[in-house]
């Protein structure tokens, strides 16, 4: 509010100059007036004791008779003199104090109109300088300068001029930040991915040398090298499949289809898509819960990523392990929590395990490290979070999705 309170503050001392000026010649014309009267009054007094002097006769009535008579009509006796009755005072002193008079009046006039004039000058002048500083802002933005601050608030037009450039600055900084973290987010996806593809293709090309070479190799070898090729291939599908799933996420152009679900559903899909893996290894999943337990979610993309928490599960799991699934809900949130008996995560692992691509010490050979963060970015898309606890007996995800029902 400064420039606004300036504004005020200049229009309050040209009010209080021109009261001061108005009141200054209200009392010099007041002088004035009493001078004038003063002056001609003792003039007119001795002429009246001169009268009675030399004409006794005359009464006191007579003459004041004379004095406040309405007739105005001269006998042409200070014409004689010189004097004109319209423009010249017959008092000399009175005609001096005119002039002088006169002389005050107009210095204080020029006086206050000048005073009047610097003030309307210097504010006029202060709203340039702010004006200017206006003006270096912009000119700093282009320069693409967004560390420029302006501390003030104020409500009036420059102020708030001043303040919508402040928050244009702010934007462009941030966006101009972001758009530096995307391009060094882009750069370390790319490096990423061109690592995670850099195996398996190396791989794949050593095979098919392998079999090019060896057009006689036998025949149990030979499928072994295709087994390898299939899962190495497998192994490429299903990086690209994810990548595509997580730069949609990215690009803000996945559509949530949102639906009252029960949990139990999503979990007995997710467990039918791991099935084969849990045979490979032998592995036992126990289900419980509360079956009238729902959520609010895209059914489809939520058996995603319960279905990749418990992939991840299996992969650190023992021949013959088995991993405890259970599903609650109150008042608040629902939530599901998957156990293993993997022997827990390592501690400088735990921080990093929803990382795009990140892998720990005990990861298999064959993981990408990318599973997790997806299931991540997917739950909490669906209003809920996901945290880890781990020992070293096993690992528990636990999954809360706070409740936002359909309205029916």
């Given at each position: 509010m400064k420039n606004k309170i300036l504004l005020k503050k200049y229009l309050k001392i040209i009010l209080i100059t021109s009261i001061c000026i108005l009141s200054l010649f209200s009392i010099m014309k007041i002088y004035e007036y009493k001078t004038y009267t003063n002056v001609f009054n003792k003039k007119i007094d001795m002429i009246v004791s001169m009268i009675k002097e030399k004409y006794p006769n005359i009464t006191n009535t007579d003459i004041m008779d004379i004095i406040n008579s309405k007739e105005n009509t001269s006998n042409g006796f200070l014409e004689q003199y010189g004097i004109d009755l319209d423009k010249d005072s017959v008092l000399l002193k009175n005609e001096k104090n005119f002039k002088i008079f006169l002389c005050i009046d107009i210095i204080c006039l020029?006086?206050?109109?000048?005073?009047?004039?610097?003030?309307f000058l210097l504010y006029e002048k202060r709203k340039d300088r702010e004006l200017a500083k206006v003006t270096k802002y912009i000119e700093q933005i282009n320069k693409k300068n967004y560390s420029l601050e302006i501390d003030e608030i104020s409500e009036d037009e420059l102020s708030i001029l001043k303040n919508e450039i402040y928050k244009t600055t702010i934007m462009l900084k941030e966006t101009a930040e972001i758009s530096l973290r995307a391009k060094k987010q882009?750069?370390?996806?790319?490096?990423?991915?061109s690592h995670q593809l850099k195996t398996p293709l190396t791989s794949i090309l050593i095979?098919?040398?392998?079999?090019?070479?060896d057009p006689n190799m036998e025949d149990k070898v030979r499928q072994a090298f295709i087994k390898d090729l299939k899962r190495q291939t497998a192994n490429i599908s299903f990086l690209v499949q994810s990548l595509l799933k997580l730069s949609k996420f990215d690009s803000s152009t996945v559509h949530f289809i949102k639906e009252d679900k029960l949990l139990k559903d999503i979990i007995n899909e997710s467990?039918?898509?791991?099935?084969?893996?849990?045979?490979?290894?032998n592995v036992t999943i126990y289900i419980e819960g509360n079956n009238k337990a729902k959520i609010n979610?895209?059914?489809?993309?939520?058996i995603e990523a319960i279905t990749n928490i418990i992939k991840n599960c299996i992969e650190h799991s023992e021949n013959g392990s088995k991993i405890n699934i259970s599903y609650e809900q109150n008042n608040v949130y629902s939530s599901i929590l998957i156990q293993d008996y993997a022997g827990g995560i390592d501690k400088n692992d735990l921080p990093h395990i929803f990382e795009r691509f990140y892998k720990g010490?005990?990861?298999?050979k064959d993981s990408i490290g990318i599973g997790l963060a997806l299931a991540k970015t997917i739950i909490?898309?669906?209003?809920?979070?996901?945290?880890?606890e781990t020992d070293n007996i096993g690992t528990k995800f636990i999954i809360k999705y706070f409740h936002i029902f359909s309205k029916k």
């Open positions: 020029v006086s206050g109109i000048c005073a009047l004039i610097y003030i882009l750069q370390n996806s790319l490096e990423d991915i095979i098919l040398d392998n079999l090019l070479d467990t039918k898509n791991v099935a084969e893996v849990c045979d490979l290894k979610c895209d059914f489809m993309w939520e010490k005990n990861a298999s909490e898309k669906d209003h809920g979070n996901i945290s880890v």
